[in-house]
């Protein structure tokens, strides 16, 4: 008798498909908020596959939808209609505690606002991921073992001179690095980046978009990139147009 084992627990065996599903894929997804007494609709059975290692990025108008989909995608969110999918698993409607494992272990987070703590310093908010991970003695346990983990990742955005600062000390690029020290820290899958450049100028936001495309093409990251900004979406493999909840265009890179 053949057991089947979920590719969900069973990493080898997404290396041994030969035609692998799409990695992550939102299937006609609907969704709808709350205002007063009135249903908002944000979202209009939208259809979007993302391939294993492919940069992909979501533009539209403030409104279109972008970040609602990004939120359901990983799971911050569930969709009124449709599912969201990961190697042909659906698994938004999975147990809460399951889609918090996933969230952690599967999903890395980059946001606008950055979302640092600010009592903590730069090292221990690149940690914090870790620190959810594990039970309070399974991390202390490998704590040095993630130090210098957390540290690798920081070198890699070259921050690590900034060990030891709290957010307040650091810039606005600074903060976003460190955003994105911490996502990668916990090894995810799929890097989610919302409005990544969003709060930075220019030439910042340049340096972000090299460091973001960089871990696509050498760690075969697969990276989804909500913006705003046309020519950051440029850098992306394919580029989805949203325009109110529905998708108007999808083309590839030149």
């Known amino acids: 008798m053949t057991t089947t084992v979920s590719p969900l627990t ?10 692998p599903e799409p990695h992550v894929a939102a299937l006609a997804v609907q969704k709808s908020y709350r205002k007063g007494e009135h249903a908002v609709p944000v979202l209009h059975g939208v259809d979007i596959s993302v391939r294993r290692g492919e940069f992909l990025s979501i533009i539209g108008q403030s409104g279109s939808g972008k970040s609602t989909l990004m939120h359901l995608i990983g799971l911050l969110d569930t969709p009124d209609v449709g599912e969201v999918q990961l190697e042909g698993q659906r698994i938004d409607d999975l147990p809460a505690r399951t889609r918090d494992e996933l969230r952690n272990r599967v999903f890395g987070f980059v946001f606008q606002f950055y979302h640092l703590l600010p009592e903590l310093s730069l090292m ?5 991921p870790l620190m959810i991970r594990h039970s309070i ?3 202390w ?5 993630f130090q210098e983990r ?3 990742m920081i070198d890699r955005v070259g921050l690590g001179h ?7 000390e650091l810039s606005g690029g600074e903060m976003q690095r460190a955003a994105i020290a911490r996502a990668l820290v916990a090894r995810p899958e799929i890097l989610l980046a919302d409005e990544p450049t969003g709060n930075l100028d220019a030439k910042t936001g340049r340096e972000i978009i090299d460091l973001i495309s960089r871990l696509n093409e050498k760690e075969r990251l697969t990276i989804i990139m909500v913006t705003h900004d046309k020519s950051i979406a440029a850098e992306a493999h394919r580029t989805v147009k ?3 909840g529905r998708i108007e265009s999808l083309t ?3």
């Open 124 to 128: 221990e908010n690149v940690l914090t």
């Open 10 to 19: 069973n990493p080898a065996t997404r290396e041994s498909i030969t035609m």
């Open 137 to 139: 003695w399974g991390y």
């Open 150 to 152: 957390a540290k690798e």
């Open 141 to 145: 346990q490998r704590r040095r073992e």
């Open 242 to 244: 949203l325009c109110e």
């Open 252 to 254: 590839d890179a030149a």
């Open 162 to 168: 900034r060990l030891t600062h709290k957010p307040s």
